[in-house]
């Protein structure tokens, strides 16, 4: 329905329910395996941070609920970029790292925004800061405005990393980036530049990486299977040793054994074996051999049954059924 879909998408590891602003719905229901919720009873300092209206899409209720203190464009937080739109990711950084670096310790949830749509030099105040840097580049104007625009998340990324090694809490901390969306702000064609060839509509142009840097991790890890925003908050879950049951969730521990599995929002679906596309009802397999009848019927169905019980789990608050009121 909205971005704030793929928000909630990564921080919930369910499915979105389709025709509702799921992490509005959200607010009033009890959400024992969020980040915030976990970390802030181990004792963490827990906070998120928005450089936008800090009431849209309802975030004021939503990331409260989900255990942070929300700080964002009218709640705490004020930017001299704010006058246009995008504001500055860097300036946010600027502002917001000495709230918490000094906390011990700390869990942080952020979200960007200077590299939101729409991609042209008069609307886009990040487009136009950055347009000397890309102006020479290949591609039309659209995409080189797309490109700019994430300079400015580059520089905040540097700016959180130089505070945190100024304050001497780089190596202590874990820093996750992860996608909400691809840039649907571009056209097809304007995307397809990005590739370097035409762009499939149907699985491809979904594909974006997530990145989990630690000062632990002695060389790169890169995981080879199937995996999607849903199967992010597990996975962080899994790593930091946090209490959750893989039962009440859409996703999967993306470094666990379990097959790979992403779900689309017309019940399209990868897997290991193949892809199915739901609008022609074919599943195809990646070596070219015919398909098991039986597994992409079973594979048919689970997705379904996995949608289907995340709605379920937000139209019922059913993580207070299944652990009882915390209040009480």
Do not use: Q
């Given at each position: 329905v909205s971005t704030s879909d793929g928000e909630y998408v990564t921080t919930t590891g369910l499915v979105p329910k389709s025709g509702v602003w799921s992490y509005s719905l959200s607010s009033e229901n009890y959400m024992p395996f969020s980040l915030g919720n976990q970390f802030r009873d181990l004792g963490y300092r827990t906070m998120a941070f928005h450089d936008y209206l800090y009431n849209y899409y309802d975030r004021n209720r939503s990331h409260p609920n989900m255990g942070y203190e929300y700080i964002a464009l009218g709640q705490g937080l004020a930017l001299d970029s704010a006058d246009a739109f995008p504001s500055s990711d860097q300036e946010m950084m600027e502002k917001i790292v000495p709230m918490f670096v000094d906390q011990d310790p700390f869990m942080v949830y952020?979200?960007?925004?200077?590299?939101?749509?729409?991609?042209?030099?008069?609307?886009?105040?990040?487009?136009?800061?950055?347009?000397?840097?890309?102006?020479?580049?290949?591609?039309?104007?659209?995409?080189?405005?797309?490109?700019a625009c994430q300079q400015e998340l580059e520089l905040a990324m540097e700016s959180l990393v130089r505070q945190l090694e100024e304050a001497g809490r780089l190596e202590d901390t874990v820093i996750v980036l992860s996608a909400d969306h691809y840039p649907y702000g571009l056209t097809d064609e304007e995307y397809s530049e990005l590739f370097g060839h035409p762009v499939d509509p149907v699985f491809e142009i979904y594909e974006n990486s997530l990145i989990l840097w630690s000062a632990d991790l002695e060389e790169p890890v890169h995981v080879d299977k199937y995996c999607s925003s849903l199967d992010v908050m597990p996975t962080l879950a899994n790593l930091f040793g946090l209490e959750y049951d893989s039962r009440l969730m859409a996703g999967r521990d993306i470094l666990s054994d379990t097959p790979g599995l992403v779900?689309?929002?017309?019940?399209?679906?990868?897997?290991?074996?193949?892809?199915?596309?739901?609008?022609?009802?074919?599943?195809?397999?990646?070596?070219?051999?015919?398909?098991?009848?039986?597994?992409v019927a079973e594979r048919v169905a689970e997705v379904q049954n996995r949608v289907a019980y995340s709605a379920s789990i937000l139209d019922n608050d059913y993580y207070r059924v299944v652990f009882g009121d915390p209040e009480d």
């Open positions: 952020c979200l960007t925004v200077s590299g939101h749509l729409n991609y042209n030099l008069e609307e886009n105040a990040m487009a136009r800061r950055h347009w000397d840097e890309v102006k020479n580049l290949p591609y039309s104007d659209s995409v080189k405005c797309y490109l779900i689309f929002s017309n019940y399209s679906f990868l897997t290991d074996l193949g892809a199915y596309n739901s609008t022609t009802d074919v599943f195809t397999m990646w070596d070219g051999s015919e398909p098991d009848p039986d597994y």
